[in-house]
């Protein structure tokens, strides 16, 4: 069975840093394309980043560009997100999900975690 | 980047066709993946590459995409089906995936 187990989400005060971990299990992690997606409470779904299996392709939505990092340990079946210069803008639930595996890049999230809620307030 | 834009809502009577509508520039040109999210659940994939299945969705749910509107239509619709319900776009100029602003479907 599929499964991605988010941690490290907590309250942080504005500027703060946090590393978020998403943890997978039941497949082979290295062979699949890995997301970040986060929910602000009560809105929509936003993208944050990707990562390719093999970490060879890294993109950012603009609004965490220069202040996220998203990384992998494929021998820990690891994903994560580095996030500094935290604002109340960044206050969301953060999921990791991944991409369906076919040819090529890009494609449909065929399993999400269960996300980790991250607050920024002072 | 690319804006795909979605109605915020929509109510169909149990029974009923619901169709939720995704719209962007020439949207057709690209592929349109569909998610449902429940209260408190993580997103769930329904359609993925337009109209495509995932093992496990009931028929009820397709999916096309054609000029500047792609759509999600539930058919025969019950209660179950009150969701928020997103599309989803790869948008290669700015490598960003792109979502709508989602749609709430009430169930009457």
């Known amino acids: 069975e599929v499964q991605l187990v988010e941690s490290g989400g907590s309250l942080v005060q504005p500027g703060g840093s946090l590393r978020l971990s998403c943890v997978a299990s039941?497949?082979?992690?290295?062979?699949?394309?890995m997301n970040w997606v986060r929910q602000a409470p009560g809105k929509g779904l936003e993208w944050v980043s990707f990562?390719?299996?093999?970490?060879?392709?890294?993109y950012y939505a603009d609004s965490v560009k220069g202040r996220f990092t998203i990384s992998r340990d494929n021998s820990k079946n690891s994903l994560y997100l580095q996030m500094s210069g935290l604002s109340a803008e960044d206050t969301a639930l953060y999921y990791c999900a991944r991409e369906t595996l076919r040819e090529g890049l890009h494609h449909d999230f065929d399993h999400w975690g269960q996300g980790t809620p991250v607050t920024v307030s002072s | 980047s690319y804006v795909v834009t979605q109605p915020p809502s929509v109510s169909v009577a149990p029974g009923k066709t619901a169709r939720i509508t995704c719209g962007g520039n020439?949207?057709?040109?690209?592929?349109v993946h569909w998610y449902q999210q429940k209260p408190g659940q993580a997103p769930l994939l329904v359609i993925y590459?337009?109209?495509n299945r995932p093992s496990g969705i009931p028929e009820r749910f397709s999916g096309s995409n054609t000029g500047n509107t792609a759509s999600l239509t539930v058919s025969r619709v019950e209660a179950g089906d009150e969701a928020d319900y997103y599309c989803q776009v790869w948008d290669s100029r700015s490598d960003h995936w792109v979502f709508g602003g989602g749609t709430k479907l009430t169930v009457l």
């Open positions: 990562i390719s299996g093999s970490s060879g392709h890294i």
């Open positions: 039941g497949f082979i992690f290295a062979n699949y394309d």
């Open positions: 590459y337009d109209s």
């Open positions: 020439k949207i057709a040109t690209k592929s």
